[in-house]
Every structure is written in C-alpha cells, then in structure tokens.
C-alpha cells in the first residue's frame, strides 16, 4: 500500500471506534476507586414515561460544563429545561429537590455519580431538581457531538 493509504485506513479504523464507542448499549459515566474518573456515555436511569423537570447549574470555573451535563442528563431520560451558571463554586455535585420528589432525586444522583442530595423546596421556579454541577463531576468523552 501506498503511504497515503496507509493513513487513510488507519483514520477509518479510529473513526469507526469512535462511532462503536458512541452507540455501545451498557455505557455509563463512572468513578474508579482510584478517584480518577473513567468517562462514558450515560444510560437511561428515568422510567419511561415519567418526567422530571431539571435545571443544571455549573457551580465551577470549567466554561461549558452546564451544556455537557444537560445532554448527558437528557440522554439518562431528565427533561432539562434551563442549564446556566451558579453564583457559587462547588467541590461536590449536589441536587436540589425542588419539589419534594427525594425519589426523583435519587435518580439524579445515580445519573451524576458522586453528587449529593439536598432537600431546597422552591415552588416558584416550577421545577422538579436543580442539579448543581460541581469539579467532582467529569463530562463523558463523546467526540462525535457538536
């Protein structure tokens, strides 16, 4: 071969991996005992049919790291409806509970490994939790998305 085909087939084999990588069905996002996080993709953690209504909050100095965790919470079945950033700056990912739904909550935390829940009952802002993301919280690689 040619060593202009050479790279071409070796670009072929990564961008399969990735787009494999994407798709595979037993994904989730993880922390190892080591503290270091070994990243993947979400899985659905909300029943079908139920709908949670969240607002994601970056509570870090990491630009973008509120539109991450909105996609990768919308994959796990979470209807977020506003993401943004919080005033305050955070070690620990922590989820309000807005609605007194503790139970939803707990699918939250299962979804933002590491997080922790908070009872904050706030009526007015017509939402179920507010998931404040903190620097504990890695986004998962996913290079395939804009």
């Known amino acids: ?13 990564v961008a399969g991996t990735m787009v494999v990588r994407r798709y595979l069905p037993d994904d ?9 996080a ?7 953690v909300v029943p079908e049919g139920m709908r949670i209504k969240v607002e994601v909050l970056n509570a870090t100095d ?9 996609e990768f919470l919308r ?16 070690d620990t990912t922590v989820v309000l509970v807005r ?4 139970d939803w909550a707990a699918f939250a935390v299962k979804a933002m490994h590491g997080a922790r829940a ?13 998931v404040l993301v903190g620097r504990n919280w890695t986004p998962p690689r996913d290079p395939l998305s804009p």
């Open 1 to 13: 071969m040619k060593p202009g085909r050479w790279m071409l087939a070796a670009l072929g084999v």
């Open 28 to 36: 989730t996002h993880r922390a190892s005992p080591s503290g270091t």
């Open 38 to 44: 070994s990243v993947r993709r979400s899985v659905r």
């Open 62 to 70: 990491t630009r973008g790291l509120a539109r991450q965790a909105t």
């Open 75 to 90: 994959d796990a079945g979470f209807d977020v409806v506003a993401f943004g950033n919080a005033p305050e700056r955070l």
């Open 99 to 102: 609605s007194g739904r503790a």
């Open 118 to 130: 908070e009872a904050r009952p706030d009526s007015s802002h017509f939402l179920d939790l507010t």
